[in-house]
């Protein structure tokens, strides 16, 4: 069984008690067991090439400020390589003030998003519409948006899209007990 949390309007985050139920977000878009299921059959590694899972702390459900995390953070020396956590394609390169450097990628399905942030530089060549396998570099970690300057890390996070498969919108998922 995976540990799973859920944003619920109103609410925050509140973990999720079963996995046969669905979960709805603000934009109708639910996650429920199959789709658990599915990401755990694309067995996606963890995207910082050298880190041990072992050695990571689950921060899906901590708060940053008044927000949920809802992601995982990867510390690593900056400048380690970045690799994609699964097969897709880049749907966009994007610079945030609070993710700085980003990369959103969907899935082969398009069910689900992939996203890199606190990137300090892309990979040679990466651009919107790359294919990507697992594996595949995407870029090195940095610590730009409002990341730390001396906490450099990779903020993971897998969503669930909408029908409407708006890159920066989604239901989020807890990557930590997916990720191999």
């Known amino acids: 069984m995976?540990?799973?949390c859920v944003a619920c309007a109103g609410v925050g985050v509140m973990p999720a008690v079963a996995l046969d139920?669905?979960?709805?977000?603000?934009d109708g878009a639910g996650v429920v067991e199959a789709d658990m299921q599915r990401l755990a059959s694309f067995r996606l590694t963890l995207p910082v090439v050298g880190i041990s899972k072992r050695n990571l702390v689950d921060t899906y459900n901590e708060r940053r400020g008044v927000r949920p995390h809802e992601a995982l953070d990867i510390p690593a020396p900056r400048g380690t390589q970045v690799i994609a956590a699964g097969d897709g394609r880049v749907v966009k390169l994007f610079r945030s003030l609070a993710g700085g450097l980003t990369v959103y990628q969907f899935d082969p399905s398009e069910r689900f998003?992939?996203?890199?942030a606190h990137l300090d530089h892309y990979a040679q060549g990466l651009t919107e519409g790359t294919m990507l396998k697992r594996g595949d570099a995407i870029g090195a970690v940095g610590s730009t948006g409002n990341a730390r300057d001396d906490s450099p890390h990779l903020h993971f996070a897998i969503f669930k899209l909408g029908p409407e498969k708006k890159w920066w919108q989604g239901s989020p998922i807890n990557p930590f007990p997916l990720l191999n």
């Open 21 to 26: 139920r669905i979960s709805i977000d603000d």
């Open 113 to 116: 998003a992939y996203y890199y």
């Open 2 to 4: 995976f540990a799973l």
